[in-house]
């Protein structure tokens, strides 16, 4: 094989192809591939998916509404920004 070359060999007793290249200094470098038969994917059951949908966006926006609650309010942490500045002033 000459330099900068690659080639795809199937295997005569495994379901594997070989892919063998070489660079521009004739190195070779040799890697293997499974071949199995393709399957059709499944169909999506978009009832399923959108069950599934409505179960995780609720736990987003539980986690939302607790998160929400532990945090401040903007007027509340303005006005401490502003106390804060006053009393050094």
């Given amino acids: 094989m000459g330099a900068n070359s690659e080639i795809y060999l199937p295997d005569s007793e495994e379901d594997i192809i070989w892919w063998i290249r070489?660079?521009?200094n004739g190195n070779r470098s040799v890697?293997?591939?499974d071949?199995?038969?393709h399957?059709?994917?499944?169909?999506?059951?978009?009832e399923d998916l959108a069950a599934r949908l409505s179960v995780?966006?609720?736990?987003?926006?539980?986690?939302?509404?607790k998160s929400n609650a532990k945090r401040p309010t903007?007027?509340?942490t303005n006005t401490a920004?502003?106390?804060?500045?006053?009393s050094v002033n």
């Fill in 74 to 76: 903007a007027n509340a």
């Fill in 56 to 65: 995780v966006e609720e736990w987003i926006n539980a986690k939302s509404n």
């Fill in 39 to 46: 399957k059709k994917p499944e169909p999506v059951n978009m």
């Fill in 31 to 33: 890697q293997a591939f």
């Fill in 35 to 37: 071949v199995t038969p």
């Fill in 22 to 24: 070489t660079d521009s």
């Fill in 81 to 86: 920004s502003a106390t804060t500045i006053e």
